[in-house]
């Protein structure tokens, strides 16, 4: 009988994201099967610390929190402490050594790094920009993009146009199909904001039926078919050198570290100004 995975346990003051982002990366370090991730956002008083510090009580499991109140971060550490549950603050020791190098204290206030500011409304009008133009949708706002994205079917075009919507990148994504000419619009903006994303045509096969079993098609259809994704690769390869844009291989690239090498690429190309 297989052991039940271990469970990380993230609470914050706010919505969380900051700890759950660390904890993934954290266990991405490792190949034991993975780790169940459960977040538990404005915790902001003792009974929701106990709350949610019970539901590792009888695992393995860790805490692991963002709290920028001391009393409830003390509490935190005592009440695992308590119940022989490792905890790993995060806010802490960074809060007090800027507050020994700026000689200054902090403000104890959950949640302003979400504050509604300039930086949220650029996320938000980016985030907007990316859903109205996945997919080859409405390419007459291509020349406003800062990043546009080309690919076959699978390569990662739009989680990695979320991804960096969050970071305020205006992204939009064109799909390449061998059948259809690419569009028009592709040829008329610079090619230095433009990354072909490509992928192993092994791990394009495995992507792809992986996908059809998701939805409960069958596997072995044409979608997923060696020749045919050879066909739509080079076909794509060849829409790449043509427009004259930077290649990334996506291949066993996370979506994180793609959306880093596309800021790198567009960056080095064509650098974005007021950001």
């Not at 060849?238 to 793609?258: H, M, N, P, Q, Y």
């Amino acid at each position: 009988m297989d052991r039940e995975k271990p469970v990380v346990l993230v609470l914050s003051d706010s919505l969380g994201e900051t700890a759950e982002l660390v904890a993934r990366a954290a266990a991405a370090q490792f190949n034991a099967g993975g780790v169940d991730i459960k977040k538990f956002g404005y915790v902001q008083t003792y009974e929701a610390v106990d709350s949610a510090i019970a539901e590792g009580v009888g695992k393995r499991s860790i805490v692991v929190y963002t709290l920028v109140k001391p009393e409830l971060r003390d509490y935190v550490r005592t009440r695992a402490e308590e119940l022989g549950i490792p905890a790993v603050d995060i806010m802490g020791p960074m809060m007090e050594a800027l507050s020994r190098v700026t000689e200054s204290k902090p403000k104890f206030e959950p949640g302003l790094v979400h504050r509604l500011d300039a930086q949220y409304f650029k996320r938000v009008e980016a985030i907007e920009f990316a859903v109205k133009c996945d997919d080859g949708k409405d390419l007459r706002s291509l020349p406003f993009a800062d990043v546009v994205l080309l690919g076959v079917s699978r390569t990662s075009k739009t989680p990695v146009s979320l991804y960096l919507a969050q970071r305020t990148y205006k992204v939009a994504n064109v799909p390449l199909v061998p059948e259809l000419p690419p569009p028009p619009e592709i040829f008329k903006i610079s090619p230095d904001k433009i990354v072909g994303l490509t992928l192993s045509p092994e791990k394009l096969v495995k992507v792809r039926r992986e996908r059809l079993r998701a939805m409960g098609l069958d596997e072995n259809s044409t979608y997923a078919d060696m020749g045919r994704i050879l066909l739509e690769l080079e076909f794509a390869e060849k829409v790449f050198r043509e427009i004259g844009c930077s290649i990334l291989d996506v291949t066993d690239k996370a979506v994180e570290e793609t959306a880093l090498r596309v800021v790198e690429i567009i960056e080095r190309r064509s650098p974005r100004s007021g950001n």
